[in-house]
């Protein structure tokens, strides 16, 4: 398997929105992009998410020991 290190852009989602955007749309469909968490397969995407500040949201196939299946914050950095 091919795979390369996260970042806070890769994960971006192309079709963000801001609450302070105008004709905000009723509901968001986020891209979400595929991750590799400890071995284990899931999605996630980061972006404003239709909220005031940027979050990370992850969802995967397995529970993870300490995040659990899905897993969102706006308390993330990337090292």
Known sequence: ????PATEENLR??????PFDEDLPKKLEATMH???V???????TTGTLGTYSD?????LEEEH???GKEFGTKYFIFK
């Open 1 to 4: 398997m091919n795979t390369i």
């Open 34 to 36: 595929p991750v590799l």
């Open 55 to 59: 979050r990370i949201v992850l969802s």
């Open 13 to 18: 989602t192309e079709n963000d929105v801001h």
């Open 65 to 67: 020991p300490d995040l």
């Open 38 to 44: 400890d071995g284990i397969k899931g999605v996630a």
